[in-house]
């Protein structure tokens, strides 16, 4: 069983930074790809980018140049540097593993809690 906890998150205004972390636990041996989705109200989740455990990533149009998205291998977390925030970014954010091999083999698609992003002034 994985387990992911994020952090991070909260109200910014249009313009500023947030940077969220999430951090998996259990019997992991490596996460192969990791990354964040976001939901906003009335709306569909999508993913915002991705990252494999080699370092590729990917990014939605919406968020490049501005967002970035890293991982410590060392200790199962991926992060989301948030830059240069509109309103449109505000909504709940999701980290989640896509594959990860764990003690009883591969598994797949486990999710964070989810984390509320407003941006606002």
């Known amino acids: 069983q994985v387990q992911l906890v994020q952090s991070g998150g909260g109200l910014v205004q249009p313009g500023g930074s947030l940077r969220l972390s999430c951090a998996g636990s259990?019997?992991?041996?490596?996460?192969?790809?990791m990354g964040w989705y976001r939901q906003a109200p009335g709306k569909q989740r999508e993913l915002v980018a991705g990252i494999t455990s080699s370092g590729s990533t990917n990014y939605a149009d919406s968020v490049k140049g501005r967002f970035t998205i890293s991982r410590d291998n060392a200790k199962n977390t991926v992060y989301l540097q948030m830059n240069s925030l509109k309103p449109e970014d505000t909504a709940v954010y999701y980290c989640?593993?896509?594959?990860?091999?764990?003690?009883?083999?591969?598994?797949?698609?486990?999710w964070g809690q989810g984390t509320q992003v407003t941006v606002s002034s």
């Open positions: 989640n593993i896509q594959e990860v091999v764990t003690k009883d083999g591969y598994e797949y698609d486990y």
């Open positions: 259990g019997s992991i041996f490596i996460i192969n790809v």
